[in-house]
Each structure stands twice: as structure tokens, then as C-alpha cells.
């Protein structure tokens, strides 16, 4: 059994768990392939992760994160992931990072995202979604800049996913600074847990507008019911996509060999900051 642990958790939708793991196995396996002796399957749940007997620690040795043992095994808890000293390989958010996960992990490659509106090479940006028919509809601007509208935002209930996702609201608060605004334009804001989550309560006339990455609202017209009471009024500026990273504990040469394959011709579509 390997001792290294490893996660895809930014898009594992129900639906898509298939491809998540198949995805994982094609990683899987060129990482084996250079002699990296990969996990079989992805972590999924606190309970899939080894104990960490005394908690996590940083460099220093201060605690930064619970033990996963103490915490609730069919849970997952994000930061207990990424902090795991085991980790070989995660997925994780420019949000956190920026607020300190990038001083306890390595960062490998990022993903491209060519394929979505709303995405072009290593960068991504969030669709500003109402309830179809209360704003007129736009699509991505074909340049990196933000499509912002003021006056139809000004008043409006505001729901983001969490305080630290640099889709869900980081990236529209700077956008607003730009501006000259702040989230103060919206007469509420509230936390929903999820982007899905933030979708289905603007269907339900819980919220009004969300910042949705475009990566999660494709998922969400795939897969969401209540995204078909959705459309896209705006979109923030085009930022750096979910990065991929590894354990600060990790060797240099392990990290090598990662970012040298999510580089390499005919890789997962990766590029290294």
C-alpha cells in the first residue's frame, strides 16, 4: 500500500465520479510509470486520509490542522487535505493559497481551461448568475477583462460558496475595488457552502447572484436542475485557475518528476506557474 495520498476534490460531483477517478488513474499511472509509487484511488473523506497522531504541523512544529483521525470520517475537511504531510497530490484554490496554505505546500502544475467560456490557457474567471429573465444575458468577454454590471448587482442578495474561494468571492471583491465599489452594493450576502448550493438558492429565490466558477457552472448545466433558472448577467476578470500542489514534506526530486509529467506533451493539460 502506498504511504503517499492523493485527492481531486474541486469537481468531484456525484456525477462525475467516474471521470474523477479515471482522470486520477491516468495520473496514477504515469506517476508509476517513473518509479513514484502512487495510491491506487483518491481520498475522498476523512477517513481515507492516515492518521496524523498529535496533528498536523508546520516546519516549525506548531499544530496547523487536526489529526483526520478526530475529525468526522465521512467528512472531508479541505485544509486537513492539503496540510496532510502524506500528500502527494491535490487540487486546491489561489483563495486559501493566498491566504497562507502556500507556505506549507509546493505547487506543481495548473490546469488549462480553453475548453469552457470563461477560460482561456491557465487562467479562468466566475459567471455572475441570476434567475433567468431579471438581467439581460452576456457572454465571456473575448479579452482577460471584467464584465461588471453595477447598476444591475446594486441592491441585490449576494450568496458565495465560502469566505476563502477566490471564485465564489475573492476575485469579485477586487473586481469591485477596481471599480471604485465594494461588496457593500449588495443589500445581503450569505454563505452557502458550495456553488451548487449558491445555484440552487438563487433558483429557489433565496439569493439573487452568485459568482460561479466557469468551470462548476458548466458542471451545473450538465448536471443541476436548478441551473436552468440561471443565466449569466456578467463575469470577473480572468484569473489563475485551481492549482495543483504537493506536500511541503514532499523530495525534490518526487516533485520534479510530478511537474515534469503535468508538463510533458500529451500531459493533463497542465502548466507550471
Same mark, same amino acid.
Given at each position: 500500500m502506498s504511504d503517499f495520498v492523493a485527492a481531486l476534490p474541486m469537481y468531484d460531483w456525484p456525477e462525475m $465520479?467516474?471521470?474523477?477517478?479515471?482522470?486520477? +488513474? $491516468?495520473? $496514477?499511472?504515469a506517476f508509476r510509470q517513473k518509479g513514484i509509487d502512487a495510491p491506487e484511488t483518491i481520498a475522498r473523506l476523512n477517513g481515507d486520509l492516515p492518521p496524523?497522531?498529535?496533528?498536523?504541523?508546520?516546519?516549525?512544529?506548531?499544530?496547523?490542522?487536526?489529526?483526520?483521525?478526530? !475529525?468526522?470520517?465521512?467528512? !472531508?475537511?479541505?485544509?486537513?487535505?492539503?496540510l496532510h504531510p502524506a500528500l502527494l497530490f491535490a487540487q486546491t484554490c489561489w483563495g486559501p493559497m493566498e491566504l %497562507? !496554505? +502556500?507556505?506549507?505546500?509546493?505547487l506543481i502544475g495548473q490546469p488549462r481551461y480553453d475548453a469552457l467560456e470563461g477560460g482561456h490557457g491557465e487562467l479562468y474567471s466566475s459567471a455572475l448568475v441570476m434567475r433567468a429573465g431579471e438581467a439581460p444575458t452576456v457572454g465571456s468577454p473575448s479579452?482577460?477583462?471584467?464584465?461588471?454590471?453595477?447598476?444591475?448587482? $446594486? %441592491?441585490?442578495?449576494?450568496?458565495?460558496n465560502s469566505l476563502d474561494s477566490m471564485s465564489g468571492i475573492i476575485a469579485l471583491t477586487r473586481d469591485l475595488e477596481a471599480l471604485g465599489e465594494s461588496l457593500d452594493i449588495f443589500s445581503e450576502r450569505s454563505e452557502s457552502g458550495g456553488h451548487r448550493a449558491s445555484i440552487v438558492a438563487i433558483a429557489e429565490?433565496?439569493?439573487?447572484? +452568485?459568482?460561479?466558477?466557469?468551470?462548476?457552472?458548466? !458542471?451545473?448545466?450538465?448536471?443541476?436542475?436548478?441551473?436552468? +433558472? %440561471?443565466?449569466v448577467v456578467g463575469w470577473t476578470r480572468r484569473r489563475k485557475g485551481l492549482p495543483f500542489i504537493t506536500a511541503r514534506t514532499t523530495p525534490e526530486p518526487v516533485r520534479n518528476i510530478l511537474v515534469d509529467l503535468l508538463t510533458s506533451p500529451g500531459a493533463v493539460g497542465t502548466t507550471v506557474r
Amino acid at each position: 500500500m502506498s504511504d503517499f495520498v492523493a485527492a481531486l476534490p474541486m469537481y468531484d460531483w456525484p456525477e462525475m $465520479r467516474d471521470d474523477v477517478d479515471a482522470q486520477w +488513474a $491516468r495520473l $496514477r499511472d504515469a506517476f508509476r510509470q517513473k518509479g513514484i509509487d502512487a495510491p491506487e484511488t483518491i481520498a475522498r473523506l476523512n477517513g481515507d486520509l492516515p492518521p496524523v497522531p498529535g496533528g498536523i504541523r508546520d516546519a516549525a512544529g506548531k499544530v496547523i490542522a487536526p489529526d483526520p483521525a478526530t !475529525l468526522p470520517p465521512d467528512e !472531508l475537511d479541505f485544509y486537513g487535505l492539503w496540510l496532510h504531510p502524506a500528500l502527494l497530490f491535490a487540487q486546491t484554490c489561489w483563495g486559501p493559497m493566498e491566504l %497562507g !496554505l +502556500a507556505t506549507h505546500v509546493q505547487l506543481i502544475g495548473q490546469p488549462r481551461y480553453d475548453a469552457l467560456e470563461g477560460g482561456h490557457g491557465e487562467l479562468y474567471s466566475s459567471a455572475l448568475v441570476m434567475r433567468a429573465g431579471e438581467a439581460p444575458t452576456v457572454g465571456s468577454p473575448s479579452d482577460d477583462s471584467p464584465l461588471i454590471p453595477l447598476d444591475i448587482l $446594486r %441592491g441585490k442578495h449576494f450568496a458565495f460558496n465560502s469566505l476563502d474561494s477566490m471564485s465564489g468571492i475573492i476575485a469579485l471583491t477586487r473586481d469591485l475595488e477596481a471599480l471604485g465599489e465594494s461588496l457593500d452594493i449588495f443589500s445581503e450576502r450569505s454563505e452557502s457552502g458550495g456553488h451548487r448550493a449558491s445555484i440552487v438558492a438563487i433558483a429557489e429565490g433565496k439569493a439573487d447572484v +452568485a459568482a460561479i466558477d466557469c468551470q462548476s457552472w458548466a !458542471l451545473a448545466r450538465r448536471f443541476e436542475p436548478a441551473a436552468e +433558472a %440561471g443565466a449569466v448577467v456578467g463575469w470577473t476578470r480572468r484569473r489563475k485557475g485551481l492549482p495543483f500542489i504537493t506536500a511541503r514534506t514532499t523530495p525534490e526530486p518526487v516533485r520534479n518528476i510530478l511537474v515534469d509529467l503535468l508538463t510533458s506533451p500529451g500531459a493533463v493539460g497542465t502548466t507550471v506557474r
